[in-house]
C-alpha cells in the first residue's frame, strides 16, 4: 500500500499550485519518485529577481513553451522547483519563498529545515 507524501513539517503533503499546474507528476502537488532526478519537491513562490537568477543559470521559467504546455512563470506563481536549485538561489543571496506545506519531506536530503523556514511564508 502506497503511503500518502509528507511535507518537511512531517504533516500530509499540501497542494502547491494548479494554475498553473506544477509538480514532476504535473498533480499540483510536489510529490516525488526515484525518477525525479530533480527532485521538484520545494513549492516556492516565483519573484522577478528568482526569475532572472535562474535564467541567467540557464533555467529559463518565465518564457512560454506552447509544445510543452508550458505557460510561463510570473512573480506570485507557486511552482514544485528543483531542491539543487533552490539551494543554489540560497547560497547565491537570490532564494525565492518557500510553502513548507507543500514542500515534499525528500527536498531535506538537500537542504536544511533551517533554511526553509526563514524563507517560508506558512510559519505562524
Known sequence: ???????????????CS?????GFFRDGCC???DDDRGSHTVCTVMTAEFLMFSKARGN?????????N????????RWCLC????????DAGRAP?????????????I????DLKRHAIDMN
Open 60 to 68: 529559463d521559467l518565465s518564457t512560454p513553451v506552447p509544445e510543452f
Open 18 to 22: 494548479k494554475r498553473p499546474m506544477t
Open 31 to 33: 510529490n516525488t519518485s
Open 83 to 90: 531542491a539543487a536549485r533552490w539551494k543554489e538561489a540560497l
Open 111 to 114: 537542504i536544511k529545515l533551517e
Open 70 to 77: 508550458f505557460v510561463g512563470l510570473k512573480p506570485g506563481d
Open 97 to 109: 519563498l518557500v510553502v513548507l506545506t507543500a514542500t515534499h519531506e525528500r527536498a531535506l536530503e
Open 1 to 15: 500500500m502506497k503511503h500518502p507524501s509528507r511535507n518537511v513539517l512531517g504533516g500530509p503533503l499540501a497542494d
